[in-house]
């Protein structure tokens, strides 16, 4: 069954200072690792979405890598602001497409 | 494109009371919807997957015969979650698959607050 961590649990940075965020998986046989944003109290908006055979991702601020062998994915955002504070989520499927989530990581970026 | 609803987005219940909770694709044709329960702080866990006109399939662990799912349409489905307890105060997620992205990627609705006294 596959495992999903994400380490830190709590990341607090000033404005401006870039983040990086953790997810790791225990089954490298993925199809593809989902990045998710979560604000308090509400659902979940996807952030970026890639596919096994990428490496990685950008979608503005955002970019995020793949490394299978290794088991990780890694969430970059450059030049952090306020409104990025957040619960960011890694998600990767199951061959039957149910998602394994990690715990997320609760992101606050102090002005 | 690619939205999910839910309704409502919270409501309050007293123990023993059933509750349900609805989930729409309004602009795409979901040919199946998973059904999501997130505890403070905690991750997402997977509770049911429910296809268009058959049984849902639960997790394990899940019991069937409380969180009953029906999933009568390509746009609806629905969560009722019977003779509500305290314990089952949580934040209910659902998502659908089938639209543009294909059946692997879901569109997570906004989710449903529970809270059950």
């Known amino acids: 069954k596959q495992e999903v961590t994400q380490i830190p649990a709590a990341l607090s940075v000033p404005e401006g200072e870039n983040l990086v965020l953790n997810c790791s998986f225990t089954?490298?046989?993925?199809?593809?690792l989902q990045w998710f944003r979560q604000d308090p109290g509400k659902g979940l908006t996807s952030l970026l979405l890639i596919q096994s055979s990428q490496r990685e991702q950008t979608s503005g601020r955002l970019n995020a890598s793949l490394d299978k062998s290794s088991g990780r994915s890694t969430l970059y955002i450059a030049a952090s602001q306020p409104g990025d504070s957040a619960t960011y989520l890694c998600a990767t499927p199951s061959n039957d497409y149910k998602l394994s989530f990690g715990a997320g990581t609760t992101v606050t970026v102090r002005a | 494109g690619a939205v999910v609803s839910q309704h409502p987005s919270r409501v309050i219940c007293k123990s023993g009371t059933s509750v349900k909770i609805e989930c729409r694709s309004l602009d795409f044709q979901a040919t199946t919807m998973f059904w999501y329960r997130q505890f403070p702080k905690q991750s997402l866990m997977l509770m049911a997957t429910?296809?268009?006109?058959?049984?849902?399939?639960?997790e394990q662990g899940v019991e069937k015969d409380k969180f009953l799912i029906n999933h009568a349409s390509l746009t609806l489905s629905t969560l009722t979650v019977t003779s509500a307890h305290p314990e089952d105060s949580s934040f209910y997620i659902c998502?659908?698959?089938?639209?543009?992205?294909?059946?692997?990627?879901?569109?997570f609705g906004p989710g449903t607050r529970l809270t059950v006294l």
């Open positions: 998502s659908a698959s089938g639209g543009l992205g294909g059946t692997d990627t879901q569109y």
């Open positions: 089954d490298s046989a993925i199809y593809n």
């Open positions: 429910s296809n268009e006109g058959s049984k849902a399939t639960y």
